[in-house]
């Protein structure tokens, strides 16, 4: 069984910054790309970036500039640094995992639970 557990969020002036963490952890063979993702109420959930096991980031036009993704394979980790943060920023934050197991022989996508980051002043 695979568990993603995000970590970091929470209440931030506009213009401050956030740290958030999500760590892998489980019966895991191997991790293939992982990402993050956002939701606020009402709203869809949108790409916010994603990275390749290889260390590519990848992110939507929007979300260029402000947001860098990494990750730590050793850790089974993948961070989302977040700069310059608006109150349309505010959004729950959910990480992605695409992994295989080791009782399967095929890649999945895994979801944590979500963290809540919150921009207001």
């Known amino acids: 069984q695979v568990q993603l557990v995000e970590s970091g969020g929470g209440l931030v002036q506009p213009g401050g910054s956030l740290r958030l963490s999500c760590a892998a952890s489980g019966s895991i063979f191997s991790i293939n790309t992982m990402g993050w993702y956002r939701q606020a109420p009402g709203k869809e959930r949108d790409l916010v970036a994603d990275?390749?096991?290889?260390?590519?980031?990848n992110y939507p036009d929007s979300m260029k500039g402000r947001f860098t993704i990494s990750r730590d394979n050793s850790k089974n980790t993948v961070y989302l640094q977040m700069n310059s943060l608006k109150p349309e920023d505010t959004a729950v934050y959910y990480c992605?995992?695409?992994?295989?197991?080791?009782?399967?022989?095929?890649?999945?996508?895994?979801w944590g639970q979500g963290t809540q980051v919150t921009v207001s002043s």
């Open positions: 992605n995992a695409v992994i295989r197991t080791w009782s399967i022989s095929s890649y999945n996508d895994y």
């Open positions: 990275i390749t096991r290889g260390g590519s980031a």
